[in-house]
């Protein structure tokens, strides 16, 4: 390939590739470029770091692999997402044009797969289509990797978000932390 062309294909670039992202409306669940997540109530409730994620396009609309069969677009399977990661379409081989792309092949899978809660998920949804993107030069995202990501470096919404996916964890740990307390005083 030539200089010219190199120059040529930069000048050619969106402004999303350079830099620039569209903003995040939380009024509307609008994530562009962001995988999302909302706790799974009961399994949440036990296990925090547990929850229901999806992968929004550049225009924000989020996809979620919700149950057998059905990926979901802009409605969450288990509520409005409480926590976000925000990722630069720049990463991604193809930059923008092929995010949009590797998510809606991802998305067609899965939308003819059975769901699994332990091995074939939305997570693993999530990472087929980081895979087809090869996000960051990775090709093997899998749902422990993504789980990790999310718990440790996703953002939350805000308090909703925080309350949301906190509460309902530390009102059954008091719960069992004052049944313990008494049994102990009592025998």
């Known amino acids: 390939m030539s200089l010219h062309s190199d120059a040529s294909e ?12 569209p903003p995040i409306n939380f009024a509307d669940d609008k994530y562009p470029y962001c995988i999302v997540w909302t706790p799974i109530p009961v ?10 994620m999806g992968i929004a396009m550049s225009n924000g609309v989020i996809r979620d692999f919700a149950g ?3 990926v979901s ?3 969450m399977g288990f509520g409005r997402p409480t926590r976000y990661l925000r990722l630069h379409p720049a990463n991604a081989f193809g930059g923008s044009q092929n995010w949009d792309e590797s998510v809606i092949k991802a ?6 797969r059975m769901h699994n809660l332990f091995c074939d998920n939305c997570h693993s949804h999530v990472g ?3 895979a087809l993107m090869r996000y960051k030069e990775y090709s093997n995202w899998n749902m422990v990797v ?7 470096r996703g953002k939350y919404i805000g308090l909703r978000g925080v309350i949301k996916t906190w509460l309902p964890f530390l009102i059954i740990f008091t719960i069992c932390a004052l049944v313990a307390v008494y049994s102990k005083w009592t025998i």
């Open 10 to 21: 930069d000048l050619s670039r969106s402004s999303t590739d350079m830099g620039l992202l």
């Open 128 to 130: 087929m289509a980081l």
């Open 43 to 52: 399994l949440t409730w036990f296990f925090p770091f547990i929850g229901h």
């Open 146 to 152: 993504l789980a990790f990501w999310m718990f440790f």
């Open 68 to 70: 057998p069969y059905f």
């Open 107 to 112: 998305s067609a899978t899965y939308g003819a």
């Open 73 to 75: 677009e802009d409605n």
